[in-house]
């Protein structure tokens, strides 16, 4: 029970309003106390007052202490208190009713200040659990100026019994006002999380087979409403990382599946006759080590890209020269260009020192060359160059083929997406030198500038050709954090 939210809370809140209640009746009743306690003092003062005034009277007539203290009580009449009348020596004068000495006894009012009255509560002598309230005066009076002592009780009996009345009021008034506002704690709390069960239990039901389905939204604007909107966006952020996973396997299956195939293929049709010559034997070795090749180039590229997701890859940076670089990959791929009779020529280009990675930029600027010769058609022409502008470094490597057609150009640096991929096996003489691409050349090559806080991108695209552009920082400053390759 106490795992559930909603009892928590509902104890919660009965606890803590029990709390406050418990402190407000205890006020109450300190303060209801108080106030009792000083309407009687009042009346016993205005008492005390009265005796004082009619005993000075009586004094100043007959100057008999004891004539004008019984002439003194006898003028008052309040049955629901004593009164007692001392002289200087402690001798009791008058009292009233008689018997009252034997409630409250004598007190010493000798100590008190005269002219001053102290009042107090006693127990009484006579009869056990009735507290009195005394009011005790100290007084010197005329003609002869001498002192004397008046005691006024009253019972406190009448006055706690109204107090015992309102503390068992409060006593069944603070648990019933817990137990109502627990249950109406439980109704409220029932109310308030039913959302969040509905929640609950539609989010038990979508899986991996279902991730399209969403929360329902009540209400957008309050607390459940965002939370649900958060839940929603999280399970669309899934299903694209899913949706991306299971394209990127399917396309991983597929590209493996291929350069196997080949290999099994021919192996199997060179066991299948027991001799065969040595030209047949190489030819087929050529086919497996070109399979090979293209394998182990994918792996390392979904390896890449798979450390470049998780975060895990850091980059070796240091200052080099871009133009170098630059120079030298020129000079690569006019080797591998020369079978197809492709001129790679590079502009003048200026001074550029960097700091990054530079096995990494080689390698983007590799593959756009690897990209630009493969889609140029014999004896077509590659051209390179850089330069600097607004503090930033501008690459670009253009080619003379056909273009990029304009559907597929938002999907050129996708993972696994080639433009026409019939078209890269109908030059067989390169992809037997080359390997056939698998479509992470690009993706790599954007992942590449984008680490290194720059960008790449299709600059332009038609029938006289494509252009890309890779824009980097110019300066030796470092790079930013390792950010994911592609779409996802």
């Given at each position: 029970m106490f795992e559930s939210v909603r009892a928590r809370l509902t104890l919660w809140y009965m606890g803590i309003l029990a709390l406050l209640l418990l402190t407000f009746s205890a006020g109450v009743y300190t303060v209801l106390?108080?106030?009792?306690?000083?309407?009687a003092d009042s009346v016993l003062r205005n008492v005390n007052s009265a005796i004082i005034s009619i005993l000075e009277t009586e004094l100043s007539e007959n100057g008999l202490d004891e004539l004008a203290a019984r002439d003194t009580v006898k003028a008052l009449n309040f049955p629901a208190y004593t009164i007692e009348i001392f002289d200087g020596t402690g001798e009791l004068l008058a009292e009233r009713p008689a018997g009252s000495h034997s409630i409250i006894g004598s007190r010493d009012w000798r100590s008190i200040p005269e002219g001053q009255t102290r009042v107090v509560t006693i127990a009484t002598l006579n009869k056990v659990g009735d507290p009195r309230r005394v009011a005790i005066t100290h007084v010197k009076l005329p003609p002869m100026e001498r002192e004397y002592g008046i005691l006024v009780s009253r019972s406190l009996s009448p006055l706690l019994g109204e107090l015992a009345a309102d503390r068992w009021i409060l006593l069944i008034a603070v648990p019933l006002g817990a137990l109502v506002a627990g249950a109406a704690g439980w109704f409220l709390a029932r109310k308030s999380l039913a959302p969040v069960l509905a929640m609950s239990r539609q989010a038990h039901r979508i899986g991996v087979e279902n991730l399209d389905e969403r929360l329902a939204v009540e209400n957008p604007r309050d607390e459940l409403g965002r939370l649900a909107g958060t839940f929603n966006e999280l399970l669309s952020r899934l299903?694209?990382?899913?949706?991306?996973?299971?394209?990127?396997?399917?396309?991983?299956?597929h590209e493996l599946r291929t350069p196997i195939s080949v290999v099994r293929t021919t192996a199997g049709v060179m066991l299948s006759k027991e001799h065969r010559s040595e030209e047949e034997y190489r030819g087929a070795v050529a086919i497996i080590e070109s399979q090979a090749r293209r394998l182990t180039r994918i792996v390392e590229d979904m390896l890449r890209l798979a450390r470049a997701d998780s975060g895990q890859f850091v980059l070796q940076s240091r200052p080099f020269q871009m133009d170098e670089m630059l120079l030298e990959s020129v000079q690569a791929a006019v080797v591998l260009a020369g079978q197809k009779e492709i001129r790679v020529a590079?502009?003048?280009?200026?001074e550029a020192p960097f700091f990054g990675d530079e096995e990494l930029l080689r390698q983007m600027v590799m593959n756009l060359l690897d990209n630009a010769v493969k889609y140029t058609p014999e004896r077509g022409q590659v051209r390179v160059s850089l330069e600097r502008s607004n503090g930033t470094y501008r690459v670009r490597v253009a080619d003379n083929g056909k273009g990029i057609p304009a559907e597929a150009q938002p999907h050129i640096f996708d993972r696994f997406f080639r433009v026409d991929p019939?078209?890269?096996?109908?030059?067989?003489?390169?992809?037997?030198?080359?390997?056939?691409?698998?479509?992470?050349?690009?993706?790599?090559?954007?992942?590449i500038a984008e680490i290194h806080g720059g960008t790449l991108d299709l600059e332009a695209s038609g029938p006289g050709g494509s252009t890309f552009l890779a824009t980097l920082p110019a300066g030796i400053a470092p790079p930013g954090p390792s950010r994911p390759a592609g779409p996802a």
């Open positions: 106390y108080r106030n009792f306690l000083e309407r299903s694209g990382a899913f949706q991306i996973q299971r394209r990127f396997m399917a396309d991983a299956s590079i502009d003048d280009i200026p019939g078209r890269a096996r109908a030059d067989a003489g390169w992809n037997a030198a080359q390997g056939a691409g698998a479509g992470l050349g690009l993706a790599i090559a954007r992942w």
